[in-house]
């Protein structure tokens, strides 16, 4: 058997430096080639530049594209090819780049199949779409006199460093990019807006920039942060009420599919949050999809729950991060821009100068040869026997008019001028030479006047790029506030609420127990029992609570409507004592207290009433108390409500046999104030926005449409109101009266009525401006004595005039389905509806809120009128506009 050795101290020793020699190795390896290769992957993939705003593939393409533009479209795949060769990029990602760029539909006219940002199509091959620079493109991202330019990755081609951008590129197309340790998330902005900010800029003057998506939408931008890190957008699909079963969706949030939208909204109604019937996707220029309701379902509370639990709304963070002086830096939008239209001005401002220099070189030159063919030079130099004694010859006799020019003449100069043909001398006319000259001199006095007025001179820039380019690039999402939505409040009753009120249990699962009400799986549930505790928990399959229960429910948080009238025995004192209550806000599985805190104390009477209402009992003593009288009434009336740590107050002191209630109580609470917010187009009990009045049982809200339609709906706070189709929303009054002015499009005439709603059907719309397409609403108001100014054009190239109309003193009120009164002259271009008339016999009235104005468009010629309409007493300032 061999011997084994032990190893000694000095290998010990030896195994320690190699251990700490290739742990120094590693270290090195982190430090050096790990922070190369993220600097490469920041600087050199996924961060832009803000000087262009380009990442260095886009840079690349762009450039690639310039040098084989000919004005006709290029196979994208020939492209890739020429851009491989200032970098070897991945024929893939050159595409996928390229793809990206040309949805943006900026620096690209794009030709095939390039897919559909909507709907998650991707392009074709690169070897069937075509790709061209646009006109936009050429203008605004090239001038190779003013580029920096840098070798290949081989050496044998030329690249642009930074293109020469004169244009906030990066906030128009935005960019999103992924380094090592960091990203990217600048969302694109409008054109338009974009000019305007950077015109604002250079006045200085304040703006505001809010991202603007291809998708359109509904943004509420209150968070932006202007596009710094920590700040958020949340962006909804456009949901529209085809029909009381059936929502529309026509615009979805950035960064959402129609694809991915339908399976978000499949899965929460699998999940059981929604209820549909359900999706169709039929999408095809425009996006569309119907979403069908199931029986029984309310769309306003569909629309709410679509928003809270699919990805018709998305939350996006943007984090401006860009390149400058090839350091990633944190900036917001406002940084961004201002650096972009610094650059601006300073590129336009070189070109100028360069035009400046190419116009006196130009300028020098003509005179040269003016000088040389005017005075004959050329003859001189017939006798030169070398080429140095011409050129000697010619700047002997150029001598007394050299002060004139702005710098020395050259022996290049000089040369140049014996390169003049016999031709040219011969045929050479000096007004045309001098008239040339004059339009050198002029557009070099405009070039240096715009060199000394360089922000005027970027202003009119900028301006000419919204004229030239800014049609069809319009705001195309919406800017508004959104509400907060409750998910517990518009999930879908997708589970049974169950009791076990003798053990102590309640879930969804206790399905042979005592059914209690529906209820979603998200819900919270109040529970009461009889030792005067009270809790709220989450709904479970089966979780326990205490026995003894004598109440639970779906708990709303902050119902303060909701009122609880409570009799307790005070074991202690032996005291029965009487409360009423809110639970507005708990925290969720802690026991409250609603007696005194003393053991053993009992509930001897409960109800919980959604609208405040107050019962009478009937209190019945026991025989044996000292009471003179043993039998009393008690009405719940007269407690005030409080919250549910209060004590109460004394109801008896002698012990209670029973309690019976002797009839039913009434809502002590009042009506609801309601207020309707504008930018929301919700209700509220908060104040905000415009008060609609106080609503109890029975009324309901009046909406008059700019379609010229009407609705009447209850006051719930679940109602949807959009706020660009509503012209009037108020509390209804059968007694008011209506009146509007339209356009008959069947009879190509305007007509004046006056009507009252004779309807009472809720949630259903009525047109009373007839079902003719084409037919406008012009005006209408709900004042007493509105006053309406018109104006009109007698004819089609007549000036405007103006008139006003008192729809109360030109026709009497009549039905509702009556055409009305007609006007008769020629064009209605605008109508407002100013502050009502004050009657004499009430002084007092206060004036409601004029409606806004409603643009008209222009009509079919109108037919001609054989009954001209009586004018005696119609109310209007100009009589003679009426046949």
Known sequence: MSEILEPTDSDKTHDNEETLHDQTVVSGLYENWFLDYASYVILERAVPAVEDGLKPVQRRILHALREMDDGRFNKVANVIGATMQYHPHGDASIGDAMVTMGQKNLLFDIQGNWGDIRTGDGAAAPRYIEVRLSKFGNEVVFNPQTTEWQLSYDGRKKEPITLPVKFPLLLAMGVEGIAVGLSTKVLPHNFNELLEASINVLKDKPFELYPDFPTGGQMDASNYNDGLRGGKVRVRARIEELDKKTLVIREIPFGTTTTSVKD?????????????????????????????????????????????????????????????????????????????????????????????????????????????????????????????????????????????????????DLIRLTEIRIKRISKYDTFKAEELMRRLQEELAEVEDNLSNLTRYAIAYFRDLIKKYGKGRERKTEIRAFGTIAANIVAAANQKLYVDRENGFIGYGLKKEEFVSDCSDIDDIIVFRRDGKCLVTKIQEKTFVGKDIIYCSVFKKNDERKVYNLVYLDAKSGISMVKRFNVTAVTRDREY??????????????????????????????????????????????????????????????PVRKIVQKSGGVSTLGGMDIWYDEHLGRLNRDERGRYLGNFDNGDTILVLFKSGQYELTNYSLINHYEPNNIEIIEKFDPEKVISAVYFDALKKMWFVKRFRIETKTIETKFSFIGDAKGSKLVAVSTDKHPRIELSYQEKDRSPVEKMVLEPDVFIDVRGMKAQGKPLTFARVKEARVLEPRQAEEGPDEQPAEPAASLSVPEPEPEVEVTEPTPIESIGVKQLDLFS
């Open 264 to 412: 978000s909204i499949i899965k929460a109604n699998d999940d059981g949050k929604i209820k549909i019937k359900k999706v169709e996707d039929l999408t095809s220029k425009d996006v569309e999809i119907h979403v069908h309701l199931a029986p029984g379902v309310s769309p306003d509370i569909t629309i709410d729950a679509l928003y809270a639990f699919t990805e018709c709304e998305v939350s996006i963070s943007p984090n401006a991060c860009v390149i400058i002086a090839d350091k990633p830096h944190f900036v917001s939008v406002s940084e961004i821009l201002r650096t972009c239209t610094e650059q601006t001005v300073r590129l336009l401002e070189r070109e100028l100068q360069i035009r400046k220099g190419e116009l006196m070189e130009k300028l020098l030159y003509s005179s040269l040869e003016k000088i040389f063919i005017e005075n004959r030079i050329y003859r001189k130099i017939e006798e030169c026997e070398t080429f140095e004694a011409v050129l000697e010859t010619i700047d002997k006799a150029l001598t007394k008019f050299k002060k004139q020019f702005y710098r020395e003449i050259t022996q290049d």
């Open 593 to 654: 207290d609603l007696t005194m805190g003393n053991p053993k104390s009992k509930v001897l009477w409960f109800t919980a009433n959604d609208n405040g209402e107050a019962e009478v009992l009937t209190v019945n003593l026991t025989a044996q108390s000292s009471a003179k009288v043993k039998q009393f009434d008690f009405n719940f009336a007269s407690v005030a409500i409080k919250n549910r740590s209060a004590q109460g107050n004394i109801l008896t002191k002698y």
